[in-house]
């Protein structure tokens, strides 16, 4: 996870498995269309359509699935700046022609456009105001609108505003326990004035994350993420707070993952009351214990990563891993998160 672009970084880590997103299609979607979806279909398309501007305030998903016969496109955006979007129905509108544009080129013989299905989800921590719909941005007066309507575009977005659900409902919906999890941090570590007590509150939640399969990788990207944009949690705490109730397994991803964000030189300092400052942590994470101690946590992570993305390893690739620097490691941990072959995680290096 990079800590210039966090938020981009955890949407995709988790929300890139159908496993994890198929929980919050169907939570957004109509039950009519969710009905209609061969949900054991669905499938990841890989590359983005947002504009290289707008990367640091948007970060997006695409997922094709067969609706009846038919294929679908769900393309889901996650909008985390500050403020709700005005253009966003225009953006929205822009990417699905530059979807249809991609396929185009590549069903060079096809005479009609797959379905896509447009979707928000924004975790701003003011409520959503701006407006879903296309002809919105249009103006013209109402009455004139109303004629012109069907020579206008008239499409409109799902949305799914965090701020307008409780947590509990956000850890009651049918989801992973990852993806819970996920919705419920995007919500609130960045703007909880007490995160670290409402971490508490989690624990029973937080324990069926663990337990869930594959869960404690899952978690460790959302801990980075958490240590990244909180102004008020630091390693040491949240590893004693969390591997008290949950175990020493808990305890050494925590701090693996803080070892990590140190060794990266988190540009904003870990600026979270560290008595140190930001030099003297920076300096301590490069002494020769804690370097070889974030290796092997790195390395550990990384090779179940590629095992769950790719199945079993070869000895070679296990042993390719087992012998990288740190410099390769660290490349290869952010290329895992785009790439569709194993072969592309370790592509020129």
Do not use: C
């Amino acid at each position: 996870m990079t800590t210039s672009r966090p938020h981009d970084s955890l949407f995709k880590r988790i929300f890139g498995n159908p496993k994890h997103a198929a929980g919050e299609l169907r939570t957004v979607l109509p039950e009519a269309i969710t009905q209609k979806i061969d949900w054991s279909t669905l499938e990841l398309v890989p590359g983005s359509f947002v504009d290289e501007a707008l990367r640091d305030r948007h970060s997006d998903l695409l997922f094709t699935a067969k609706f009846g016969s038919r294929p679908a496109l769900l393309y889901a955006l996650l909008e985390h700046q500050s403020h709700p979007d005005t253009w966003m129905p225009f953006r929205m509108l822009d990417y699905q022609l530059h979807i249809w544009r991609d396929w185009m080129r590549d069903h060079p013989e096809a005479q009609t456009l797959p379905a896509i299905v447009p979707i928000v989800l924004h975790h701003g921590n003011e409520g959503w105001t701006a407006s879903t719909e296309f002809l919105d941005l249009i103006d013209l007066d109402a009455d004139l609108k109303e004629v012109m309507q069907s020579y206008l575009p008239s499409q409109r977005f799902l949305l799914d505003d965090l701020a307008r659900y409780p947590d509990a409902e956000l850890w009651a919906r049918d989801m992973t326990p990852t993806a819970q999890f996920v919705l419920n941090v995007l919500k609130n570590a960045r703007t909880h004035p007490d995160f670290l007590s409402l971490l508490e509150t989690w624990i029973n939640e937080l324990q069926r994350v663990v337990s869930s399969p594959g869960g404690l990788q899952d978690m460790e990207p959302v801990m980075r993420y958490v240590l990244i944009v909180s102004a008020q949690v630091e390693p040491e705490t949240i590893a004693t707070l969390l591997g008290d109730r949950l175990g020493d397994e808990v305890r050494t991803m925590v701090m693996t993952a803080g070892e990590r964000l140190i060794e990266q030189g988190d540009q904003r300092g870990f600026k979270r009351g560290r008595a140190k400052g930001r030099q003297e942590g920076r300096q301590e994470g490069r002494q020769e214990g804690r370097v070889e101690g974030l290796q092997e946590g790195i390395r550990s992570v990384l090779l179940a990563q590629l095992q769950r993305r790719f199945g079993t390893l070869s000895d070679s690739i296990q042993g390719r891993v087992g012998s990288a620097s740190r410099e390769d490691l660290n490349r290869w941990s952010t290329r895992i998160l785009d790439a569709q072959t194993l072969e592309d995680v370790f592509l020129d290096v």
